[in-house]
């Protein structure tokens, strides 16, 4: 398994910008698809953006345009750029990397999580 740890996360503004990073413990980041969930309050973690070994993403419907992940196997991190922030993207945001070389929109297809960290956009 990987070790993830998000940092990056905080309040913000509607309309600002925030940067999420994960970083990955072991030689075999670089192995595993890495996606971004999150979870709001009394909802379940969905999906949020996915980026493969060789760099292809997908992203959920309701951040599209605005969110873009990205990822640097030297340094084994994983990034989520969040722009144009909404108060509906408020929530704790985890990152997490696949079973195997799974690309996948699904939690069931992610063996490693990190903890969590907070995004609150204010209206």
């Known amino acids: 398994q990987v070790q993830l740890e998000e940092s990056g996360g905080g309040l913000v503004q509607a309309g600002g910008s925030l940067r999420l990073s994960c970083a990955a413990a072991?030689?075999?980041?670089?192995?595993?698809?890495m996606g971004w969930f999150r979870q709001a309050p009394g909802k379940e973690r969905d999906f949020v953006a996915v980026?493969?070994?060789?760099?292809?993403?997908y992203y959920a419907d309701s951040v599209k345009g605005r969110f873009t992940i990205s990822r640097d196997n030297a340094k084994n991190t994983g990034y989520l750029q969040m722009n144009s922030l909404k108060p509906e993207d408020t929530a704790v945001y985890y990152c997490?990397?696949?079973?195997?070389?799974?690309?996948?929109?699904?939690?069931?297809?992610?063996?490693?999580w990190g903890q969590g960290i907070q995004v609150t956009v204010s209206s």
């Open positions: 997490a990397a696949s079973r195997g070389s799974i690309f996948s929109m699904s939690t069931r297809d992610y063996s490693s």
């Open positions: 072991g030689r075999t980041f670089a192995s595993h698809a």
């Open positions: 980026v493969s070994l060789t760099g292809s993403t």
